[in-house]
């Protein structure tokens, strides 16, 4: 259960999705790339990369939370989906709970402020860096 105010945005059970826009916006990346981006980025930044949640089933994505308008003025290469909002264009972004039943969802990196979300240009130049 999620007792900190400045984490009002994580649900208290189960799984939510969340507007991109809002609170934050996200860079999806697919499978092993995506875990494999997530494990990086966390070695850059000595352990604590941001907000990550991952997805067990399906495309086994990997949602780097980002901070609102931080992918924009980038390019990033195939197999990034960038969830924005904009003029005529709606992201939603899955967010679980920090404990009890969120199937197919978790965290990979969990919060620690409602405001520690992953830098979009760090993890821009995680893309890009030899592994």
């Known amino acids: 259960m999620n007792t900190e105010s400045d984490l009002d945005w994580i649900p208290r ?7 991109a826009g809002v609170q934050f916006d996200a860079v999806r990346m ?3 790339h995506g875990r494999a ?13 941001g907000s990550i949640v991952e997805e067990a089933n399906g495309r086994r994505a990997v949602y780097f939370l980002v901070p609102v308008g931080s992918t924009s003025h980038r390019a990033w290469p195939d197999g990034v989906t960038r969830l924005t909002a904009a003029p005529n264009r ?13 199937w197919p969802l978790t965290w990979r990196y969990r919060p620690t402020t409602g405001d520690h979300l992953v830098h979009a240009r760090l993890l821009h130049a995680a893309l890009h860096s030899p592994e």
Request: net charge neutral.
């Open 37 to 49: 981006l997530a494990d990086r980025l966390a070695r850059m930044t000595g352990g604590v990369p």
């Open 30 to 32: 697919d499978g092993d």
């Open 13 to 19: 059970a189960g799984i939510q999705l969340r507007k």
């Open 90 to 102: 709606i992201s939603y972004i899955p967010v679980p709970a920090l404990d009890g039943l969120t």
